[in-house]
């Protein structure tokens, strides 16, 4: 099992790629939703902002009015940053789940790399 730690520097790093690859997300300008990440095994939440192509302000703790909620174990999450796990397996598998609207999956496509 991996640490809040751990946990908490893998969402820096994909924060971090999600503002360098913003030109290729195609969100419009006034996209923005509120993000939560549950780390199922620790019992531990972030929350984020997605506005304008990027990912920001992550935040310990859960955001109770989050659009878009990710649940995940924390080895998992710890898998899908060394490319050990391709997130389109993590979701047909259920090792992640994805509450939002279907609206805001679809936008949120690219973002999530579902596709590739």
Do not use: P, V, W
């Given at each position: 099992m991996a640490t809040v730690d751990e946990?908490?520097?893998v969402l820096e790093k994909m924060a971090g790629k999600v503002a360098r690859k913003s030109?290729?997300?195609?969100l419009e300008e006034d996209f923005e939703r509120t993000l939560a990440v549950e780390?199922?095994?620790l019992n531990q939440a972030f929350s984020a902002?997605?506005?304008g192509n990027k990912l920001t302000d992550l935040l310990d703790g859960d955001a109770a009015d989050a659009e878009v909620r990710i649940l995940i174990g924390s080895d998992d999450l710890i898998a899908l940053s060394k490319k050990e796990l391709k997130p389109a397996k993590?979701?047909?598998t259920?090792?992640?789940k994805i509450k939002a609207s279907v609206k805001d999956l679809a936008k949120l496509r690219k973002?999530?790399?579902v596709d590739k």
């Open positions: 946990c908490r520097n030109d290729e997300l195609e780390i199922t095994d902002k997605l506005s993590a979701l047909l259920g090792k992640i973002a999530l790399k």
